[in-house]
Every structure is written in C-alpha cells, then in structure tokens.
C-alpha cells in the first residue's frame, strides 16, 4: 500500500465523503491518503493509524475492513469530542475573549501559522491548516485542509484526549489543538521560530519574540494578528 499524492481535487473529495471525513480506524480529522489493497479507491488513515501500518501492524485486510465500516459512521462514535461542525469555529488563543469568525488567528514572518474554515459539506469536518517553522526556522506546511503533510517523519502526530498534538521531530516546534466542543477550539501550546521570529502561545497569552502580550489578537477580521 502507497500513500498517494496523484489524486485529483474530484478523487479526494469523494474518498472523504466515502470515509465520513476522518480516519476510518479512530476517527481524528487530521488524514493521509493510502491506497487500499484492492488497488481501486484509497482511504483515510491519521498519521498515527498510518504509522501502523508502515510498521506492519496493521494488515491491509485489516484497513479494508476499516474503510468498509468508517469508525465515524458507527452508532457509538462520539463526534461531540473531534473538530465535526458545520461552522467556522470559535477560538481560545492569546488571552483573547473568545475568538469569533477569525480564520487566521495569527501570521508570524507573513506566514499563516493556523488558518481555521468550515467544512465543504455540513457532514465533515473543520478544516485546519498548520504552518510552523522547521528546525532552521523555515516555514513548513504541516497540516494543510485536515491532510498531514510531512511523509519523512519530520513531524509527530498524536491524539491524547481531546488534543491533537504536533510535535517536530527536532528542534522545539509544536502546536496543541485541544478539542474544547466540536466547534470551539483553544491552542493549548504552540511554539514555533521562522526565520528568527519566534512565537509562543497559550490560551492564556502569546509572546512574540520574547515579549508577552494578553488579548492582542482581534475577532472577527480575516487575520486576528500579524507578527
Ligand atoms: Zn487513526
């Protein structure tokens, strides 16, 4: 099985739709692409579920299986504690009172470190972009639309809770989304260097270069704040 970067816009959009717009085996809306075992169709796999399988520990008659029956479509699946909402969501960030329409929470360098947008269809899930600096302080798109970008193991993705943690695999990046209800997300920690510029932030404060700021970033403007 091979992850896919071929897929057209229309390929990727009914896969998922046919996956319910999550990781068929957990259910986290952060996905790679993987093509199943049959060679016809691919699935939804979080980059947690997909490690497995690069490991062996998960057989690809086992991901078939999985992609038959979507985890999200089950009647016990509690979709109250992942990102499903048909609105933008409201943002805890920054010391900010509740952040609302304000898709780009911040930009550092001109870079879009989050980007926040509804899902296409009401059924899916909130699409979220994250942007964070790489060891040597240049811009990495590590998750772009809900697919998780990097394939070299640069970065770490793991569910704990109700968070999804993005770690680098070196250096001291990070970004913590914590899932506080379906459509309200607080960053519980971000850390992040481009190009020099360093940012760190709670839902409490953000430092910017060092310098601590409570409340900076504005609500309802396309960028809440520019670093
Ligand atoms: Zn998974």
Redesign the pocket.
Known sequence: MSSLSELSAQQREDIRQACGFA?V????TIYRYLRLPDGNGATL??P??HGLVEEGRLTPMQVQGFHTNPVVRQRHFARDRLPFSPDLPALILGGSRLLKDTPIPLTLEGEPILIFAPPRRSNGATRISVRLGDADGEPVQVVEGNEWMPSDGSWHFLLRGDRYSMMAARGDGLAILRIVARNRIAVEHLRTTIRGRRLEVTPDWLEIDGKRHVGRIGSGMLVGLEC
């Open positions: 990781c085996r957990c259910g986290v796999l979080c947690t579920c």
